[in-house]
């Protein structure tokens, strides 16, 4: 199958570079039951990250409800992140950058740094 899209001029590779992933990786959903009043249900995220050219690759739960997070830095310019919760959830979010087994090698921060076309794993950690 194939997927086209269009852009103005000097369209980031981060738009790219993510039209490309929602094209290849699929949807992921669930099914609610239908709702019982006329409110909608909705299903928030857990997370947003503030940066738009910092990809989440892939996202790995842990035991105690702890994430893995495989983030990828796009556009070539090292970038200071953060990781915002949903609404819903209030809370924030602690990261610790760690090797891609999930054992820490850095120090806990709520700004990580990415580096220039960088891939990294991050444990996310709810703030209590």
Same mark, same amino acid.
């Given at each position: 199958?194939?997927?086209l899209?269009?852009?103005k001029?000097?369209t980031?590779?981060s ?12 949807l992921?959903t669930r099914v609610f039951?239908?709702?019982?009043s ?8 857990? @997370?947003?990250?503030?940066?738009p050219?910092?990809? !989440?690759?892939a996202?790995?739960p842990?035991?105690?409800?702890e994430?893995?997070l495989?983030?990828?830095?796009l556009?070539? #310019?090292?970038?200071? @992140?953060?990781?915002?919760p ?7 979010y602690v ?6 087994l999930?054992?820490p090698?850095?120090?806990p921060?709520?700004h990580? #740094? ?6 990294? @794993?991050?444990? !996310?950690?709810?703030?209590?």
């Amino acid at each position: 199958s194939y997927a086209l899209t269009s852009g103005k001029d000097g369209t980031p590779a981060s738009t790219a570079a993510r039209f490309g992933w929602e094209s290849c990786i699929p949807l992921l959903t669930r099914v609610f039951p239908p709702a019982r009043s006329a409110r909608k249900q909705k299903s928030p995220s857990l @997370f947003e990250i503030s940066e738009p050219n910092i990809l !989440l690759v892939a996202a790995r739960p842990l035991p105690g409800g702890e994430v893995i997070l495989h983030l990828r830095e796009l556009e070539g #310019k090292e970038s200071s @992140f953060e990781v915002l919760p949903s609404p819903s959830r209030g809370k924030g979010y602690v990261l610790w950058e760690t090797n891609v087994l999930g054992e820490p090698v850095g120090r806990p921060t709520a700004h990580p #740094k990415q580096g220039a076309f960088e891939a990294k @794993f991050f444990r !996310l950690v709810s703030v209590r």
